[in-house]
């Protein structure tokens, strides 16, 4: 099993697509949102509602190949702690979708917009740069996401997994073999 947390300080939209990007790029996945003001992705049901109403076991591991998302419903990760564990256990692949408002932690990877100097954003740890229209000249040993096409943007928000040769999407399975 492979655990890849993310966060996004600065960018709401990359917050927000970058774990469904990371869900894509690996056969299967689940992004996990720990952000209690998280946004509202699809799905039949939230880790607010796995942990008030406890999970039955087809809840807890893939019924079928290929990315998945489970929206949180104004949890918070420390009462999500134990479901959480569960699900990591039974997924092979699992992206935690950490708030944008505190702090993730030396294990979570920060997503951040790829700026000009003396623009350019850094973190503590892992730091993973989306490029921009903007030209600008990434740092070394970083890894650069290229810009997202909009129809890999609108597939990821619409629910439904983009082309899996998608440039942007590629791009993410770097990023989980540094995890």
């Avoid at 509602?49 to 420390?78: C, Y």
């Avoid at 290229?146 to 993410?172: E, H, N, Q, Y």
Wanted: hydrophobic share 40%; glycine share 8%.
């Amino acid at each position: 099993m492979s655990v890849l947390a993310l966060w996004s300080p600065l960018d709401a939209m990359l917050g927000i697509v970058g774990p469904l990007g990371a869900a894509a790029a690996v056969d299967t996945a689940l992004a996990i949102d720990l952000d209690p003001n998280g946004p509202p992705y699809r799905g039949p049901f939230s880790l607010a509602d796995l942990v008030t109403r406890g999970p039955t076991l087809s809840q807890l591991q893939p019924t079928q190949k290929g990315p998945a998302v489970l929206r949180n419903g104004g949890v918070e990760p420390g009462d999500a702690e134990e479901i959480v564990s569960e699900l990591v256990k039974r997924w092979p692949n699992v992206v935690l979708r950490c708030s944008p408002s505190a702090e993730a932690g030396a294990h979570a990877t920060a997503l951040l917009p790829l700026l000009p100097e003396p623009f350019m954003p850094s973190s503590v740890g892992t730091v993973v740069y989306q490029r921009m229209k903007l030209v600008a000249i990434p740092p070394p040993y970083h890894t650069v996401l290229p810009v997202p096409r909009s129809g890999t943007i609108k597939a990821l928000l619409g629910g439904t997994r983009p082309p899996t040769r998608d440039p942007w999407v590629r791009a993410f399975r770097t990023v989980w073999q540094r995890a």
